[in-house]
């Protein structure tokens, strides 16, 4: 019998597929397709303080292999989220987590009070450091050490529930913003958010995107996430969550050799919202193929000698 499941902390997941901040709307939307307690776990959008209505439009285009996105952090606020979703993930069987983006240290600091003295039904928190489209989006932490430091101190002393800090690949050296985030104390570092890019109408002469720069994930970003899981995993002891064009059980494999404890689905959701799903299943008989008798085997194998 294979065993899927993983440890983070002290949170048990059934198995290392989660869906990504996003992607996968609050978790409620599809749960007449899907059955959602089958995924190792559920990263809901990016909420901040109040709501937001994202970019102006067009905010979305395909690209070879790759999405390009702006939507810019649209959500509901913490209090809607509160008393609409929390409510409803008191019932669901799986880990749901909740991704938290700000635009100060103080606005990070009051979603999550707010969220802690309220609900005992999430497995932890998210801190998006790391969103690309918006001027204050919370990519002014993740590209310098000692604010991801002082940010992850802060949040550590308000809450014992899992605290993970999610990265952008849009950096110099992301193996030392994930140091100072181990050092700052927390449980798990996800990487990576999307990668900036751009895309250009030729017969327009106008940017496809409203913002001009917008996010790239999806495939064609992959080889990035491997990458970035990589280099973190050299540099801290903590779990690494992979993320970054994964559709299949083969590219879960490839970020748990990396050193991927756990793997989040992204852009794959808008095709198929059951992918995560199905992906699982095949993690499943990969394991039995290869006599893989517990997936926790493969974390960082690429290192391991023969
Ligand atoms: C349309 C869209 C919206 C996203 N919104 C968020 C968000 O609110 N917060 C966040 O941390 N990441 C967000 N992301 C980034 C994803 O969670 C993920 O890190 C990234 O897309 C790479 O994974 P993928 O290639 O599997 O999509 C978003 C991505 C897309 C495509």
Known sequence: MVDLSIKIKNVEFSNPVLVASGTFGYGNEVNELVDVNRLGGIVTKSITLHPREGNPPPRMVETPSGLLNSIGLANIGVERYISEMLPYYEELDTNVIMNIAGSSLQEYITILERVEGTSNYLSGYEINISCPNVEKGGLEFGVDCDLTLALTKELRKRTDKLLIMKLSPNVTDIASIAKAAELGGVDAISAINTVVGMSINPQTR???????????????????????????????????????????????????????????????????????????????????????????ELVGAIRDED
Do not use: M, W
């Open 206 to 296: 106008k940017q496809n995107i409203f913002t001009g720069l917008s996010g790239l994930s999806g495939p064609a970003i992959r080889p990035v996430g491997v990458a970035n899981v990589y280099k973190i995993f050299d540099a801290v002891d903590i779990p690494i969550i992979g993320i970054g064009g994964i559709t299949s059980a083969d590219d879960v494999v490839e970020y748990l050799l990396a050193g991927a404890t756990a793997v989040q689905v992204g852009t794959a959701n808008f095709r198929d919202p059951g992918i995560g799903i199905q992906i699982i299943k095949q993690l499943f008989e990969y394991c039995e193929e290869h006599n893989v008798p517990s997936i926790r």
